[in-house]
């Protein structure tokens, strides 16, 4: 059996930062009001973007859906999130854009990207 790869990780989270972003989960919370299922897949969105920046996140979503979750969150995901991390190249779908170079092509599906919606490589 083959040993295995080093997994790709990010720094630790600093104190500072987890309490931003408790923070921002905690007030989003409380002054959210609407169904509760899209504040939950708002925070689902801030972690997992956290790990792999947000252009992969714009490439996974449509336009009405981060607008949703950034107004739910009371932030801009572009500015709040980083632009991408070691982590970025598991979405399949933005490792195949970021290898054709048209990233906003994509995004605006003038190209079509195979798997484009969350199919996501073992690291």
């Known amino acids: 059996m083959a040993p295995k790869t080093p997994r790709k990780r990010l720094p ?3 104190p500072e930062e987890a309490k931003r ?7 989003a919370i409380y002054d959210f009001e609407g169904q509760f299922d899209h504040l939950e897949a708002a925070i689902g ?3 997992v973007g956290r790990i792999i920046g947000w252009r992969p996140l714009v490439l996974m979503h449509n336009k009405r859906t981060i607008r949703r979750v950034e107004q739910d969150l ?3 995901l572009r500015k709040y999130l980083p632009e991408e ?9 933005y490792k195949a854009v970021k290898v054709v170079g048209k990233f906003w092509k994509a995004v605006s599906g003038d190209i079509s990207i195979e798997n ?3 199919a996501v490589k073992r690291a």
């Not at 972003?21 to 007030?27: A, F, G, I, M, Q």
């Open 12 to 14: 630790p989270v600093t």
């Open 21 to 27: 972003l408790v923070d921002l989960v905690d007030n």
């Open 45 to 47: 969105m801030l972690f």
């Open 74 to 76: 009371g932030i801009e």
């Open 85 to 93: 991390t070691p982590i970025s190249e598991k979405s399949v779908a």
């Open 116 to 118: 484009r919606r969350g």
